[in-house]
């Protein structure tokens, strides 16, 4: 049985912690509940942590020239200084996180969704909020997500399979020698892969010259290009080329029949006609009906705890 280490992520406070939001409301996510069970979470409300109340008038973000500013609906008052105080101590006493959950569409907290406001109140764009944003600046290499990004399925995935590796990269790298390390490096050959074959290639070479480096000098490189592969995302082509890679351990075990089969399901994801999730059910079945041990080792296929993909999705 897979051991997963517990993935340490900062959460908006708002998400089944607390009822924090600007009108006193706590908000049920199936997705965080789910992951309670999992993952050690640091709850924060960015807009309480800066002194405002609950309930609060709601914040808004305006655009003027080429700045972003986080304002009062009502008073007009600028918050933007003070939250950027709040996000240079909040990140001060973070220590070895592994990612970052966050409230959908919160002129703080939003990924990529929160309104930007210009004359009259007209929407003129959507960003990051401001808080968001600062934890993005400071923490360029780790994944950020909402809980609404979250109902698709692939960036379920994708998120989960980033704050679970990191973790296991996190606890490989505590205390541990060069051994630890190559066999963390083999179990996450195809994640590697999927995300950037490149640097997959790059820390391989690091593996391979381990001998010649200081230990601690080969933990620094191999963990900064880790997450610097597993920060780039991985498109349809991708997911492809990695199950035709691993088709190639397992074609000789199978029937005429089931390799036409395998191939056919990997071109229909390929062309949108076979959904992700169904391609790896099959491919997990193929592995451990032929006990193909290199395969069943591969954190790729099993990435995070079974329970985390037995939600509700939007495919």
Same mark, same amino acid.
């Given at each position: 049985?897979?051991? @997963? #280490?517990?993935?340490?992520?900062?959460?908006?406070?708002?998400? &089944?912690?607390?009822?924090?939001?600007? *009108?006193?409301?706590? $908000?049920?996510?199936?997705?965080?509940?789910?992951?309670?069970?999992?993952? *050690?979470?640091?709850?924060?409300?960015?807009?309480?942590?800066?002194?405002?109340? $609950?309930?609060?008038?709601?914040?808004?973000?305006?655009?003027?020239?080429?700045?972003? @500013?986080?304002?009062?609906?009502?008073?007009?008052?600028?918050?933007?200084?003070?939250?950027?105080?709040?996000?240079?101590?909040?990140?001060?006493?973070?220590?070895?996180?592994?990612?970052?959950?966050?409230?959908?569409?919160?002129?703080?907290?939003?990924?990529?969704?929160?309104?930007?406001?210009?004359?009259?109140?007209?929407?003129?764009?959507?960003?990051? &909020?401001?808080?968001?944003?600062?934890?993005?600046?400071?923490? #360029?290499?780790?994944?950020?997500?909402?809980?609404?990004?979250?109902?698709? @399925?692939?960036?379920?995935?994708?998120?989960?399979?980033?704050?679970?590796? $990191?973790?296991?990269?996190?606890?490989?790298?505590?205390?541990?020698?060069?051994?630890?390390?190559?066999?963390?490096?083999?179990?996450?050959?195809?994640?590697?892969?999927?995300?950037?074959?490149?640097?997959?290639?790059?820390?391989?070479?690091?593996?391979?010259?381990?001998?010649?480096?200081?230990?601690?000098?080969?933990?620094?490189?191999?963990?900064?290009?880790?997450?610097?592969?597993?920060?780039?995302?991985?498109?349809?082509?991708?997911?492809?080329?990695?199950?035709?890679?691993?088709?190639?351990?397992?074609?000789?075990?199978?029937?005429?029949?089931?390799?036409?089969?395998?191939?056919?399901? $990997?071109?229909?994801?390929?062309? /949108?006609?076979?959904?992700?999730?169904?391609?790896?059910?099959?491919?997990? &079945?193929?592995?451990?009906?032929? &006990?193909?041990? @290199?395969?069943?080792? /591969?954190?790729?296929?099993?990435?995070?705890?079974?329970?985390?993909? /037995?939600?509700?999705?939007?495919?």
């Amino acid at each position: 049985m897979v051991r @997963y #280490p517990r993935p340490r992520v900062v959460v908006s406070e708002c998400l &089944g912690f607390r009822p924090t939001r600007y *009108d006193g409301n706590i $908000i049920y996510d199936e997705t965080v509940e789910t992951m309670k069970k999992f993952t *050690d979470f640091i709850p924060v409300c960015p807009e309480v942590r800066i002194g405002l109340g $609950i309930p609060r008038n709601p914040l808004v973000l305006t655009r003027n020239m080429n700045e972003i @500013y986080l304002l009062d609906t009502k008073t007009g008052e600028n918050f933007s200084h003070r939250m950027k105080e709040f996000a240079h101590s909040f990140i001060s006493y973070l220590n070895d996180i592994d990612g970052f959950l966050m409230k959908s569409k919160s002129p703080s907290c939003g990924v990529g969704d929160a309104k930007i406001y210009g004359k009259d109140r007209a929407v003129i764009g959507r960003s990051d &909020g401001v808080f968001t944003k600062l934890m993005r600046e400071f923490f #360029p290499l780790l994944p950020i997500e909402s809980e609404k990004r979250l109902l698709k @399925y692939e960036m379920r995935r994708n998120f989960f399979t980033k704050i679970f590796s $990191i973790a296991d990269l996190r606890e490989t790298l505590l205390g541990a020698g060069s051994k630890e390390l190559v066999a963390f490096h083999r179990r996450n050959k195809y994640i590697l892969m999927l995300h950037s074959p490149h640097l997959l290639k790059k820390l391989g070479r690091l593996i391979a010259e381990r001998d010649l480096r200081e230990t601690w000098e080969l933990k620094r490189e191999y963990s900064r290009t880790f997450l610097e592969a597993l920060s780039r995302n991985p498109g349809r082509g991708s997911y492809a080329n990695v199950f035709v890679h691993l088709y190639s351990h397992i074609k000789e075990d199978l029937v005429e029949k089931e390799r036409k089969y395998i191939l056919a399901l $990997i071109e229909g994801y390929r062309t /949108q006609k076979v959904l992700l999730k169904t391609l790896i059910a099959y491919f997990r &079945g193929f592995i451990y009906r032929l &006990g193909n041990e @290199y395969l069943a080792e /591969q954190r790729f296929i099993d990435p995070y705890p079974e329970e985390l993909d /037995q939600m509700h999705v939007n495919e």
